[in-house]
């Protein structure tokens, strides 16, 4: 060989002594699948704020039980179907806990005697002087919360001396005067704390020349009104309060339920984050533990095939053919006694839930795992666990996720239709449901529309939030599903 | 393809009876109290157990049960709900009628207005028309049906007086007084089916406008309007007349909420009656009826995609192959 010999030897040197001759870093941000995913998806204004006001759905179902003023089992049959009040608006003439009435004269006497409930007298129809069974109606804005008016107690001493000193200290009247009953003439009054006044036959009160009413309290030997009455060996006192400052002294303040309360004078507003965390909990549940069985079982029916396959395939199509509403039934009759109604409802949605995911996974797997990629992984001595879990089944990691978060909402009306059709039956003094709710609230529909308005409204934000969700997180997630949508 | 439906039948009448055995067996395990008619008496009661065969084995029961429906159509007494000792299959007959009427109605008024509003979104595609129309579909399918019965029935029944609140008892169907105690359960109903149909309608026309004999049909002089009723309509139909068909069956199934709100005489109110005062014979009865819509509302939803598009080769091998 001849080298060249105007080039020295020592000039020469090795071209890859310091080189690093990998590939370049990425000038830009990597980005995977789920991230890509995200991207998507916020460009989605309407997902994003489906998904916003589904998570402000689930901490007011977290967090209300905490900041109430009432528990989930606390009832006060005084209160019941008080209108919804908030103290802030309540001067404004909204959201005060005051309803529209007509009533008739005996009604309106009876209202117009305990303070605070007639808030306003708007108009007045007068008597018909042709038919004489028509007496006079009065148009009235009436406090739900002060109509209750006054209420006997029976007290030991020790109460009625502690009513005293609070009387002394803050100067609210809670003790009211006794009254006479020898003087109430109306039949259906004669045990009525609240009539005080003078009635005829009928129960219309007969005021004085001034229009006022006259008191028919009990009085003793000089005269005086009269606060209590000794029963059982003197022991106790019988004493009428009124029941607004009775609760005030009880609970420091007056009532005020923000959504108003119920037939058996439940909070509203406690209960429908109770239901709601019930529900939310309960599809959550069924979703996660359906995805992890369609998971499992579909992938090994996709994976192996073969008899397993066979017979899971007729099992599946055999569950799919019985409604929906039997298999709840049935879960209901057998199970709601032994292990309750919660748990065997659970079941139920588990029984028949996984076969959905279960049948995309097994598609996956039959569609991938004939695949050349599939094959080079297991030629390269990949074991069948690394095969399914880490080639295959990620492809269809985007349909399996929509599904399973598209399924919370229809368990959630699941839930709710069955408990409103009293298939399912969840009222308990600690435990509600937003169907059973919706059942309760629909005798009333007409007289106290809030009963159904709040669970109703709150269920119809949850649906179409979840819907709004679950098609932005399907676009994101599948891309190329949005062909026939975007055009 | 007539192997295929016979082979496809004979599947549907396996599936039935294997649902019907395992009903009974269910059902039958449940806590069976017998009716005490004769003022709770244990004795009588007994006697009843013993007349009625509760105290055989289940599986001589299921003998005697399968028997009586196959020779006699004889599917047990009522106990518990309608008229005491009242055939089943007479009571459930007679509840059927007002199902139907409300269902038949709402099908009938919702398809096409599901059709037209959908033609008007995929025509108006991304304009304001869509949008509005996009927005009602939104609503409709997310609101729970009992959310606007409610409303209805609040807002249009009890506030403005227009319709009773409930539905007619009786079964003068063909009255006006009849039918119009029945539009608010229609419209309840109606909202879900005309916003699924409308949601249909516009994927499909929308996907079958960027196709390539669309193109052709603009090119060769057609007008937009010519194009999408002539030829993308009637493509796009394919896929959705067994969706109608579905309708159509389910038709028979009743809404069960929305026969308790408005209280309809119809069939799902007796399913939800037979559970929560469990007179199991009308359950078994019932949850059989059911299964069976079911099973032939699956068979025709299939049969018909074949018929209507020949392309579809029905039960074909893997070569789509007649067989």
Known sequence: MNYP????????????????????KFETEPVGYLKDAFRRFRKNKSSVIGGIVIIILILFALITPFISRYGVSDRDAYYAYALPKNNLFSKLGFWDGCQTVT???????????????????????????????????????????????YIYKTITDQEYQDILAYEKKTGIQVLYPLIDSSQVKAAAYQNDANAWYLTNEKGVAKRDKEGKLRDIYLLDEEGNPLYTKPVGNGTQH???????????????????????ADANGYDIL????????LSFLLSIGVSAINLFLGIFIGSLEGYYGGKFDLIMERIKEFLYEIPTIVIFSLFQLHLASKVGPVVSLLFAFIFFGW??????????????????????????????????????????????ITASVLSIPSTILSEASLSYLGILNLQTDTMTSIGTMLSNGQSTLSTYPHCLFFPAAFIALLMICFNMFGNGLRDAFNPSLRGADEG | MKKYIAKRIMLMFVTAFVTMTVLFVLIRLLPNHVHAALGGYAKQEEM????WGYNKPIIVQYGIFLKNVFTEWNWGFCTEVGTYLQPVTEYVTSKLPATIYINVISVVFSIPLGVIFGVIAANYKNRWQDHIINFFI??????????????????????????????????????WAMLRSAIMPILAMSFYIIAGDMRYVRAELTETMTSDYMLLARTKGLTRRQALFRHALRNSMVPLVPTFLADVIYVISGSMIIEQIFAVPGIGKVFVLSVTSRD???????????????LVAALLFDLSYGLIDPRIRMGGGKNNELS
């Not at chain 1, 995911?357 to 074991?383: H, I």
């Open chain 1, 270 to 277: 406690v209960r429908i984050a109770s239901g709601a965390r």
């Open chain 2, 48 to 51: 009843m157990r013993e007349a």
């Open chain 1, 355 to 400: 076969i959905h995911t279960s049948s995309t996974v097994r598609a996956q797997f039959y569609r991938f795992k004939g695949q050349e990629y599939v094959m080079a992984a297991r030629t390269l001595g990949a074991k069948d666990s690394r095969l399914i879990f880490r080639h295959i089944l990620p492809n269809g990691i985007g349909y399996i």
């Open chain 1, 5 to 24: 010999e105007h080039i020295p030897a020592k000039k020469f040197e090795f071209v890859q002594q310091d080189a690093q001759i990998h590939d370049l």
């Open chain 1, 103 to 149: 009533v008739n004269q005996q009604t309106y006497d009876r209202y117009e005697a305990i303070p605070g409930a007639v808030v306003k007298h708007i108009s007045e129809e007068a008597a018909d002087a042709r038919d004489s069974r028509k007496g006079s109606t009065h148009k009235i804005r009436l406090d739900t919360y002060a109509k209750v008016g």
């Open chain 1, 238 to 260: 019988e004493v009428r309060v009124l029941y607004s400052t009775w609760y005030q002294m009880l609970n420091g303040e007056h009532a005020s339920f923000l959504f108003g």
């Open chain 2, 138 to 175: 939104m609503l409709f399918i997310s609101v729970p049906s009992f959310v606007f019965a409610f409303f209805l029935q609040y807002i249009v029944g009890f506030k403005l007086g227009l319709l009773p609140l409930v539905m007619k008892s009786g079964t003068d169907y063909f009255t």
């Open chain 2, 280 to 294: 199991y014979s009308v359950l078994q009865f019932v949850a059989m009826f059911y299964t069976c819509i079911d």
